[in-house]
């Protein structure tokens, strides 16, 4: 089993430049996350999708859209992106079975110039 | 609503010293507690788990206790490798799935 996989590793945008980070998960697992990490702030959950054809916003949804395509996958989209969402975008999944531990990918590192 | 609180970082240490990180938490209810560890340049993973006041959960010579009467839940090691390394998440799930996370301490081991 991969886990949970996101594409790509690294990413430069330029302002108002648009992007879609992919997440994949091959655990059959229901719900899946967005989180964003920066330096002393921790881990912000952007958006989440508790189970196929739903998404809910999180914490900090500005600027974010997102797709739950079908089970494995969760798109997050920035169709105009800013100097703010400079950060380290992680993709999540978690299952009810398994107490919702939650399984991260590797993380995307997106700096916006 | 829901909080956790860690100790700022970061945290230097020499090998085989003992290592506590403070956590503390602000629930309405009975959460569930956890800490999740990423290791230089890797997502995060658990480490350990607790879901009811007076549990311990421990993995990989970490253990941390879920204390409701003061509402912690600190984590420690006897004696810390180089391979400790890491930022440490304390983090709790109460009514639904979704996690709240603290801002992590970045522990560093000296050899």
């Given at each position: 089993?991969?886990?949970?996989?996101?594409?790509?590793?690294?990413?430069?945008?330029?302002?108002?430049?648009s992007m879609t980070l992919q997440c994949a998960q091959d655990m059959n697992h229901n719900s899946m996350y967005w989180y964003r990490q920066d330096p002393?702030?921790?881990?912000?959950?952007?958006?989440?999708?508790?189970?196929?054809?739903?998404?809910?916003?999180?914490?900090?949804?500005?600027?974010?859209?997102?797709?739950?395509?079908?089970?494995?996958?969760?798109?997050?989209?920035?169709?105009?992106?800013?100097?703010?969402?400079?950060?380290?975008?992680?993709?999540?999944?978690?299952?009810?079975?398994?107490?919702?531990?939650?399984?991260?990918?590797?993380?995307?590192?997106?700096?916006?110039? | 609503?829901?909080s956790v609180t860690q100790m700022e970082g970061p945290v230097t240490l020499s090998e085989e010293a003992f290592l506590t990180i403070n956590c503390t938490?602000?629930?309405?209810?009975?959460?569930?507690?956890?800490?999740?560890?990423?290791?230089?340049?890797?997502?995060?993973?658990?480490?350990?788990?607790?879901?009811?006041?007076?549990?311990?959960?421990?993995?990989?010579?970490?253990?941390?206790?879920?204390?409701?009467?003061?509402?912690?839940?600190?984590?420690?090691?006897?004696?810390?490798?180089?391979?400790?390394?890491?930022?440490?998440?304390?983090?709790?799930?109460?009514?639904?799935?979704?996690?709240?996370?603290?801002?992590?301490?970045?522990?560093?081991?000296?050899?």
């Amino acid at each position: 089993n991969a886990g949970v996989t996101q594409t790509p590793k690294f990413q430069v945008l330029k302002t108002g430049q648009s992007m879609t980070l992919q997440c994949a998960q091959d655990m059959n697992h229901n719900s899946m996350y967005w989180y964003r990490q920066d330096p002393g702030m921790g881990l912000r959950l952007i958006y989440y999708s508790a189970s196929e054809g739903t998404t809910d916003k999180g914490e900090v949804p500005n600027g974010y859209n997102v797709s739950r395509l079908n089970k494995r996958e969760f798109s997050l989209r920035l169709e105009s992106a800013a100097p703010s969402q400079t950060s380290v975008y992680f993709c999540a999944s978690s299952e009810m079975d398994r107490g919702y531990e939650q399984y991260f990918g590797p993380g995307t590192r997106l700096t916006v110039t | 609503g829901n909080s956790v609180t860690q100790m700022e970082g970061p945290v230097t240490l020499s090998e085989e010293a003992f290592l506590t990180i403070n956590c503390t938490y602000t629930a309405t209810g009975y959460p569930s507690l956890f800490w999740y560890v990423q290791y230089p340049g890797e997502g995060l993973q658990l480490l350990l788990k607790a879901t009811k006041a007076d549990d311990k959960g421990s993995n990989k010579g970490f253990e941390a206790t879920y204390r409701k009467e003061t509402t912690s839940f600190h984590l420690e090691k006897g004696s810390v490798q180089v391979s400790d390394s890491a930022v440490y998440f304390c983090a709790l799930r109460e009514h639904d799935y979704k996690l709240s996370f603290g801002a992590g301490t970045t522990v560093t081991v000296r050899a």
